[in-house]
């Protein structure tokens, strides 16, 4: 089955009992056993539900993986991933990293005793001066945010295996439709559903998809014991966004090059983030790693402050200003006060980071509209 089949199909066959073509919501919290032990797959719904069950076996075929395990958010899936670990184990995270993610990591988990080092991804002997004998995981994600680097996930993934060390790719940014770091041969692939997979921001959540089955059955014991869970309704509307997927992101990534290639000649516009520019410095690994360059891109003005930022965002009406990305509709934000306020100044700034950082997430509206809104805002 190719991509677009598999959106629609993967795991989705009509329901038993009554032919519904789309997976009934499950709005329930158990399961009625026939005898003690004796059930029909399903328990107590923290467990699993079969409206979550639809869900992780379509994401598993579209990350092409065995298995997928779904919870409550982006970061509750990243949460039962960083559990596995144990005092003194060391972790190896790329440096320009969402800002939750980076919180979770250096407020949630080192004051527990994991260790944590941030390194640039995209020269791999970074990575391998970081690698100590504690290492037990990588943790990429790519194209970063808000800088929209790619780093090159099959090298990093065959360094990683011949030192034992696990390897997990925040997907979030591409989707699989755009990339499939499985078959790229990392162990686990995560998401936040909650931006392109749901697509339409009306729902918040997370997946874990592996092949390994020693890795699935640690998340899915996450699952039961810590419950950061999804509730089916939530399962359904993930569900419903990925069967257009595909047609949303073909059209999201056309708007994008038209608004890269605009952007790029226009007079108040510093640097401008897009892997499918020639003058990205990536660009070639994003051809080779990517179906597409995607529909997230950043760019700094040259007047290079906060306020000016604040001032252009503040003009735009289609690009609605508010953190998230991955929807139907164009977004816009200033990652340095919004999403990764939470990462120290001189963290951000070494990080290339500018003050007038904008990141646009464009979505599937008439791309001649998106250019005169951000025209009209210049
Ligand atoms: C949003 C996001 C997360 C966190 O996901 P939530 O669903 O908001 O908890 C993690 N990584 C990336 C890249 C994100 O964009």
Request: glycine share 8%.
């Given at each position: ?29 158990t ?11 399903y ?19 579209l990350?092409?993986a065995d ?6 958010s ?24 969402y ?54 996930i ?26 499939q ?18 697509g339409?921001?009306?729902v ?42 595909a ?60 306020e000016?930022a ?41 990080a ?27």
């Amino acid at each position: 089955m190719k991509f677009n089949t598999k959106a629609i199909h993967a795991g989705q066959a009509p329901e038993k009992t009554s032919g519904a073509v789309m997976p009934p919501v499950f709005q329930t919290s158990t399961f009625a056993q026939e005898a003690p032990g004796k059930h029909q797959g399903y328990d107590y719904a923290r467990g699993g539900n079969p409206t979550r069950t639809a869900l992780e076996k379509l994401i598993a075929g579209l990350e092409e993986a065995d298995e997928c395990a779904c919870f409550s958010s982006g970061v509750g899936a990243m949460d039962a991933i960083l559990k596995m670990f144990r005092p003194g184990d060391h972790v190896i995270a790329i440096n320009d990293l969402y800002g939750g993610s980076y919180r979770l990591f250096k407020q949630v988990f080192e004051p527990f005793g994991i260790q944590f080092s941030f390194v640039d991804m995209t020269d791999l002997d970074e990575i391998r001066k970081a690698i100590t004998d504690s290492t037990k995981l990588i943790w990429i994600e790519t194209p970063t945010n808000p800088l929209l680097r790619i780093v090159d996930i099959e090298a990093i993934a065959t360094l990683a295996r011949e030192h034992d060390i696990l390897t997990a790719v925040d997907n979030t940014f591409a989707s699989p439709y755009l990339q499939q770091p499985l078959r790229l041969g990392v162990d686990m692939v995560m998401h936040s559903t909650t931006k392109y997979l749901g697509g339409h921001s009306d729902v918040i959540g997370g997946a874990v998809a592996t092949s390994d089955p020693e890795l699935i059955e640690k998340l899915r014991f996450q699952v039961k014991s810590s419950g950061a869970v999804p509730g089916p309704m939530d399962c359904y509307l993930t569900l419903r966004g990925i069967k257009t997927l595909a047609v949303r992101m073909e059209r999201a990534v056309q708007n994008t090059a038209i608004i890269a290639d605009y952007l790029v000649g226009h007079d108040k516009v510093g640097q401008v983030n897009y892997p499918g520019l020639e003058s990205h410095p990536q660009h070639e690994l994003a051809e080779r790693q990517m179906s597409a360059p995607g529909a997230m891109i950043s760019f700094s003005l040259k007047e290079d402050t906060q306020e000016s930022a604040h001032k252009f965002m503040s003009r735009t009406r289609y690009f609605t200003l508010a953190e998230s990305l991955g929807g139907v509709e164009s977004l816009i934000s200033h990652p340095s006060s919004m999403t990764h306020g939470a990462i120290p100044e001189e963290v951000r700034v070494k990080a290339g980071l500018k003050n007038s950082l904008i990141r646009l997430s464009v979505g599937i509206e008439d791309a001649d509209d998106l250019v005169a809104d951000l025209e009209q805002a210049f």
